[in-house]
């Protein structure tokens, strides 16, 4: 069963009491769809969707459920965590309430304003209930001074930490430091790297190349030498 209801901003701001959140959403059409006894209602066109703790915008997203409700959308998507002070952009995301699970891919783009992290890959999921964020392919991380480069990070936002793995490479100013594993505490700038590790540091006087690779185990500091 399919029923469509067209026209230009016929949704405007209309109020739904979804799960814990009340969510208010506007756009230019909508269309809701039976799947199995459950109503899924998809809002297309400059779509906005309003929470206490969320501002989500998109081209078109799909909500499905009333209680505890999932939301997916694609397009120029954009969503805004209130509580977290996140700012994330992608091409596809979804988000599921009762999990609290936001997912997004493509060309990902995050920004953690309270710790000033800046986060690029093809695919992240922040995990709300742990505060953690997952990124994999092609992730690139920016914070001050450090720059970090790797295929998987994990990046636990209560602890300020990084773990990188799949080539993780770490620049600090002039400095690069290379593992098998990389874990940077943003905090300290504490670098602390397992496995096959490699390195270089530039001191103030002259270039100075640590030799590579070194020994396999595990070698942590500042990055300050």
Do not use: H
Request: net charge negative; glycine share 8%.
């Amino acid at each position: 069963m399919k029923t469509r209801i067209g026209g230009i901003l016929i949704i405007l701001m209309a109020c739904l009491p979804l799960a814990a959140e009340t969510y208010s959403f506007s756009g230019d059409r909508s269309f809701s769809v039976m799947r199995e006894g459950e109503e899924v209602t998809t809002i297309e066109g400059n779509v906005i969707i309003l929470s206490e703790s969320k501002e989500i915008y998109a081209d078109s997203i799909a909500i499905q459920g009333m209680e505890d409700p999932d939301f997916s959308g694609k397009g120029e998507v954009r969503v805004v965590d209130l509580q977290r002070s996140l700012e994330l952009k992608s091409r596809e995301f979804s988000y599921s309430s009762s999990a609290e699970v936001l997912r997004a891919r493509g060309d990902v783009r995050m920004e953690d304003g309270e710790n000033g992290l800046f986060i690029r890959c093809q695919i992240l999921n922040v995990l709300e209930k742990k505060d953690q964020v997952t990124m994999e392919i092609g992730v690139r991380l920016f914070k001050d001074d450090i720059i970090c480069r790797s295929q998987y990070a994990l990046y636990i936002r209560e602890e300020n930490l990084l773990e990188l793995t799949g080539f993780p490479v770490v620049y600090k100013g002039d400095d690069q430091y290379r593992a098998d594993r990389i874990r940077v505490n943003l905090e300290t700038d504490e670098i602390t790297m397992t496995g096959r590790i490699e390195g270089s540091l530039l001191s103030s006087g002259k270039d100075e190349t640590a030799p590579a690779p070194a020994p396999k185990g595990e070698v942590s500091g500042s990055g300050n030498e």
